[in-house]
């Protein structure tokens, strides 16, 4: 508990004007000088390319456990993380019960007054409360986005005191919607690495080890009705994660991935949980699998939700590359702490945080 309770410190965070106030406000108050902080100048910078996105990964959970199926459906995964970083499962075995309750949870914590929200924003505990943004610098740019974080595993780690109490059913003692999500991804994120660990013949106690730790994120995306197509929902990174499993609350797009300079939207199989490749599997398999750049855009008139489940290796250890014969390092041991701390004081630029990672 102690250890994964350091995940709060290791990220600065300041307080931020609640985007979904903001984004209530009338036209006349939404002042040039009121979205300045949001607007990206360079935002067009580079081109959008929609025809790829129906060329997506996908694999199915249901053939990869499957003998006879096994190695082939392998192959697709294998080619997804080292070509794309990214892939769509279906089959997943995450009960559509479940799902359906945190995404009804969500939904209405996030139409709860803000000085409700606010209250549970304050408490000490969570990762990164309502109304804070990771900040590098003074002069950033802030996302168009409320997000609120909590650890989730393991059990011991998890303060549930801590956790919103409102919609009800998120974490009363007859209906708990967050826990029994988050212990359903547990199983899914345990058959995605054990998977990947037999790929890489790596095992399975250095891969149980990487993925100890779950935070999940909800993230509240509202409409911005004055200049949708100057403003992020989440400005380019990678995650500081072994890998992040992405839920799509409602059916409202704007993810978009990053592949040969280039950004393509993500436009989901509705019965698909989204798997990303994270630094720390980027640094573990020495490169070969790609943790992908991604950004959120933003819709002029609908709110986007989605939850994000990192699962990250536990706060005190390290992760170094695994190494083939004669195969050269090209990424050094990272301790995780002073990675994520790294990692976070760069959010806003891209992929730039690995370069730490890199044997220069
Ligand atoms: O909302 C999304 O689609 C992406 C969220 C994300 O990238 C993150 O939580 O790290
Ligand atoms: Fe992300």
């Not at 801590?162 to 899914?188: G, H, I, M, N, V």
């Amino acid at each position: 508990m102690a250890s994964e309770s350091r995940l709060s410190q290791v990220a600065t965070t300041i307080p931020v004007r609640n985007v979904q106030a903001l984004a209530a406000c009338s036209a006349d108050e939404l002042t040039a000088e009121a979205l300045d902080r949001y607007i990206r100048p360079d935002i067009d910078q580079d081109a959008v390319h929609e025809e790829y996105s129906d060329e997506l990964p996908v694999v199915d959970l249901g053939r990869l456990l499957n003998q006879e199926s096994w190695e082939e459906e392998a192959a697709k995964l294998k080619f997804a993380c080292e070509e794309w970083g990214f892939f769509q499962v279906l089959n997943h075995g995450v009960p559509e019960e479940v799902i359906g309750n945190v995404k009804r949870d969500m939904q209405a914590f996030f139409q709860l007054p803000l000085e409700v929200k606010n209250a549970y924003a304050q408490r000490p505990g969570n990762l990164q409360g309502y109304g804070q943004a990771y900040v590098a610098s003074e002069d950033q740019k802030l996302d168009w986005a409320d997000m609120f974080c909590i650890i989730t595993q393991p059990p011991e780690a998890r303060d549930i005191k801590l956790w919103p109490a409102q919609p009800l059913t998120f974490r009363s003692a007859y209906k708990k919607s967050l826990q029994d999500y988050s212990d359903e991804l547990k199983k899914f994120a345990h058959s995605i690495a054990t998977i990947i660990g037999k790929i890489l013949n790596i095992e399975p106690q250095l891969m149980g080890d990487n993925y100890a730790v779950q935070a999940l994120r909800m993230n509240y995306y509202p409409p911005c009705t004055s200049i949708p197509e100057k403003v992020l929902g989440f400005s380019p990174h990678s995650d500081g994660s072994f890998f992040t499993i992405l839920t799509e609350v409602n059916s409202v797009k704007g993810l978009q991935i990053r592949r040969h300079g280039a950004w393509i939207p993500v436009n989901p199989h509705p019965k698909s949980l989204l798997v990303n490749v994270g630094d720390f599997l980027e640094i573990m398999t020495n490169g070969k699998y790609k943790s992908i750049e991604h950004r959120v855009t933003i819709n002029s008139h609908m709110e986007r939700l989605s939850i994000s489940a990192f699962n990250n290796p536990k706060i005190d250890g390290v992760v170094s590359p695994v190494l083939g014969s004669n195969e050269k390092t090209l990424y050094k041991t990272v301790g995780v702490a002073d990675y994520l701390k790294h990692n976070l004081s760069n959010k806003l630029d891209g992929k730039r945080a690995l370069d730490y990672a890199k044997v220069s």
